[in-house]
């Protein structure tokens, strides 16, 4: 089909185009194999240079033949007699001049030659810079990861019985910051997933809204959920005497009593084929969570704003203060 197109175009277009396009393919392609070293580059270079002096060649006899025409012979080299001997001329009406027959202007073989060199030049030139000149949004860097987008999905009964809860979707929206990576002391890092789920908290028969989100970078995972029961910071502290957790400070975020506090995560196996069930439920690396009520009286429900990463290292307690400094005044107030 191009080379149908191509044959369609005047010689003094076409030719041009082809001049420019193998010039410009060519030197690129040339300068790649140079820096790169690679000698099949190097080959196809030489091909387009090759075909590139070809065509210039043809042009340039073109133009001389154009220019030097040749004297019209006939097929035996003899001029007939009648054109040998001149011809009675028509004689123009007493009192008028004769009208010199308008010579027919041939069109600027240079003229179209040129202009068509300058109009593909100038493609060729846009096409090898435009990439350097112009913002470019894919310029190797890897894209963060985007929330996905949570239309269409039916949430459990207890969103809808619970005063302004938030969904998984919206909680992933608020924790994928552009500026999560550099809170965490990480700022040359790019999230690599994120999610978000509306579920309901585990032993509560679907009646309590427990929506979370999590972003994953390469050195940190955060994981931020809300859960809208009944349980003061107050009481979470106190069930904490009886727990395995470590580190526990208390203090107050936002205005809002808040805890910080150190547990290890689980790590599950889930095999998916043959047979198995996969291995048994086991210690995973340390994370650090700060739980901040979800308003200032502590009248029940908190957010749980968790890090941890696979290597076992922490980021300082700053970085989790200021997530939650960041995150949750982007999330509706809710009291219980």
Not at 320 to 328: H, N, P, Q, R, Y
Request: glycine share 10%; charged share 20%; aromatic share 6%.
């Amino acid at each position: 089909m191009l080379g149908f197109l191509l044959r369609l175009l005047p010689f003094w277009v076409r030719e041009p185009l082809l001049i420019v396009v193998g010039s410009v393919f060519g030197v690129r392609i040339m300068y790649l194999a140079l820096r790169d070293g690679t000698w099949v580059a190097a080959a196809i270079g030489v091909a387009f240079l090759v075909f590139t002096a070809v065509r210039v060649h043809t042009v340039v006899r073109a133009l001389r033949a154009r220019r030097n025409p040749s004297p019209a012979a006939s097929a035996g080299g003899a001029v007939p007699d009648d054109a040998a001997r001149p011809q009675p001329q028509p004689q123009a009406p007493a009192g008028r001049r004769p009208t010199p027959a308008a010579s027919e202007k041939e069109p600027n073989a240079w003229g179209q030659a040129v202009a068509a060199v300058a109009v593909f030049a100038a493609l060729g030139a846009a096409a090898w810079l435009g990439p350097q000149l112009l913002p470019s949004g894919d310029d190797g860097t890897p894209r963060a990861a985007s929330c996905p987008s949570g239309e269409g999905e039916e949430l459990p009964s207890a969103y809808k019985k619970t005063s302004r809860a938030v969904t998984g979707d919206e909680l992933c929206k608020a924790l994928n910051r552009s500026d999560l990576a550099q809170l965490l002391g990480t700022p040359g890092e790019t999230a690599t997933v994120a999610s978000g789920t509306s579920d309901t908290a585990p032993l509560t028969d679907g009646k309590v809204a427990q929506p979370e989100a999590e972003v994953r970078f390469d050195t940190y995972t955060v994981n931020v959920s809300a859960t809208y029961n009944r349980m003061s910071i107050a009481q979470y502290v106190k069930l904490m005497e009886f727990g395995e957790e470590t580190d526990v400070r208390t203090l107050s975020v936002l205005g809002r009593p808040a805890v910080l506090f150190s547990d290890h995560t689980m790590k599950i196996e889930i095999s998916l084929g043959g047979g198995g069930s996969g291995g048994p439920v086991e210690q995973g690396p340390l994370a650090r969570t700060l739980t901040v009520a979800l308003d200032g009286k502590d009248r029940g429900g908190y957010y749980d704003i968790t890090v941890w990463s696979t290597s076992g290292t922490l980021p300082d307690d700053s970085a989790l203060l200021g997530i939650a400094e960041t995150v949750l005044p982007a999330l509706p107030d809710r009291t219980v």
